[in-house]
């Protein structure tokens, strides 16, 4: 098997650092983005300094703008944003063409061979895309390198403490992973962690140790893929043509931990609409929705729901997720990350008919212009009103 060499670049306290890019003057600042400019917004990113000052995740603007007056608070400009993740993908781009965007701030790059073309190491490879990133365009970024996409995942988050750059080389891997707890791993999710506890798997070294069959049986084919992909063996590949997915998910950790009910509807709605809008994209529609809740601690809370028809709707399945949220947020916890994932998908001609009922899909076609509204002129200029 060829062994594959994967970067995943993450742009840091992104829409903090957007703003830093366009005015100068708040580098070195605790400066807070907001939803709106008023005082019903809440804070959604958070500068350094701002968390040094104790600036919680989700706070709403009324509270920090009486308790923390030091603090610079803006209000969120999507399309902005959108358009600095075009230009940091674009430069991107220019250090390889195996590019696979993941979300507004995250991408996997395929480096393997390129050491060769470069004559250098992959590691200063990385240390020269992040260089360049910050040079062109002043946007910091962490670098993950590793041989799989779940291992450069986990070595982006590690790079957030190492200075930006992180390398899990194959030789080091359960040395350096062994001890994570198997909840923390991408792909494993509430129900396996809880099995696999019940066998007395609790980190990567535990699972990892595990012979192939027992790993099939317990978590079928995706558990030994996951295997694999732990142990340096790329089973997903960097794909700038992906194919339609069988599930679409958009989730992505806070900066810092909220208990904000408010905030977690605010950052569901968002994943909503991206997943919606990549499920439009692909001409698809879904039965069913998941939306997931992960605590502090990593413990997942998650409940999901069928349709009775298909559909692509922001209105129809935000309606759905946010009963859903309502239904499985504790005030007593305190939240990492929020997410919804579409399911049971059917695209164009795959949607089946029923002879009795009416039951054709419903394709929200106001959507499906706005979201061409959004990429000609930029996420957020056209809304809907209410």
């Given amino acids: 098997m060829q062994q594959h060499i994967i970067a995943l670049i993450d742009c840091d306290c992104f829409y903090v650092s957007c703003e830093r890019k366009d005015n100068i003057?708040?580098?070195?600042?605790?400066?807070?983005?907001?939803?709106?400019?008023?005082?019903?917004?809440?804070?959604?990113?958070?500068?350094?300094?701002a968390k040094a000052l104790g600036i919680k995740m989700g706070a709403p603007y009324f509270q920090v703008k009486h308790t923390h007056k030091n603090a610079i608070?803006?209000?969120?400009r999507l399309e902005r944003y959108?358009?600095?993740?075009?230009?940091?993908?674009?430069?991107?781009?220019?250090?390889?063409?195996?590019?696979?965007?993941?979300?507004?701030?995250?991408a996997y790059v395929d480096l393997t061979g390129l050491n060769k073309v470069y004559k250098t190491s992959y590691t200063q490879i990385i240390q020269n895309i992040r260089q360049c990133i910050w040079d062109k365009l002043q946007i910091p970024v962490s670098i993950g390198l590793s041989c799989s996409?779940?291992?450069?995942?986990?070595a982006s988050d590690m790079a957030k403490n190492t200075?930006?750059?992180?390398?899990?080389?194959?030789?080091?891997?359960?040395?350096?992973?062994?001890?994570?707890?198997?909840?923390?791993?991408?792909?494993?999710?509430?129900?396996?962690?809880?099995?696999?506890?019940y066998y007395g798997v609790f980190t990567v070294n535990d699972f990892l140790n595990k012979d192939n069959v027992w790993i099939k049986k317990v978590l079928g084919i995706n558990g030994f893929n996951l295997k694999q992909e732990l142990l340096g063996n790329a089973t997903s590949l960097v794909n700038k043509n992906p194919v339609a997915p069988q599930s679409v998910q958009d989730t992505k950790s806070f900066e810092d931990f909220t208990d904000s009910l408010e905030f977690l509807q605010h950052s569901l709605n968002t994943h909503v609409h991206a997943s919606?809008?990549?499920?439009?994209?692909?001409?698809?529609?879904?039965?069913g929705i998941e939306v997931m809740l992960r605590t502090k601690d990593f413990k997942i809370l998650s409940i999901g729901t069928r349709f009775e028809k298909l559909?692509?709707?922001?209105?129809?399945?935000?309606?759905?997720?946010?009963?859903?949220?309502?239904?499985?947020?504790?005030?007593?916890?305190?939240?990492?990350?929020?997410?919804?994932?579409?399911?049971?998908?059917?695209y164009g001609k795959q949607v089946q008919q029923s002879l009795f009922e009416q039951t054709t899909p419903y394709d929200d076609k106001l959507l499906r212009v706005l979201d061409e509204l959004d990429n000609k002129f930029g996420q957020g200029k056209v809304k809907i009103g209410m």
Avoid at 29 to 38: E, I, R
Avoid at 276 to 287: A, P, Y
Wanted: charged residues 20%; hydrophobic residues 35%; glycine residues 6%.
């Fill in 73 to 76: 608070c803006v209000p969120a």
């Fill in 276 to 287: 919606c809008k990549k499920l439009r994209q692909w001409n698809g529609f879904c039965g």
């Fill in 82 to 106: 959108a358009q600095i993740s075009n230009m940091v993908m674009e430069v991107i781009k220019t250090f390889s063409p195996d590019v696979e965007v993941v979300s507004v701030d995250e």
């Fill in 25 to 49: 003057s708040l580098q070195g600042k605790p400066v807070c983005v907001m939803t709106s400019n008023s005082d019903k917004g809440i804070i959604v990113s958070r500068s350094k300094e």
């Fill in 311 to 346: 559909t692509n709707s922001d209105f129809d399945i935000t309606t759905s997720a946010q009963k859903l949220l309502q239904t499985i947020y504790r005030p007593n916890l305190v939240y990492r990350s929020v997410g919804i994932t579409l399911k049971h998908l059917c």
């Fill in 163 to 197: 200075g930006g750059i992180f390398v899990i080389r194959p030789d080091k891997i359960q040395e350096i992973i062994g001890d994570i707890k198997i909840e923390q791993i991408c792909g494993i999710g509430h129900k396996n962690s809880l099995n696999l506890n």
């Fill in 149 to 154: 996409k779940t291992l450069s995942k986990l």
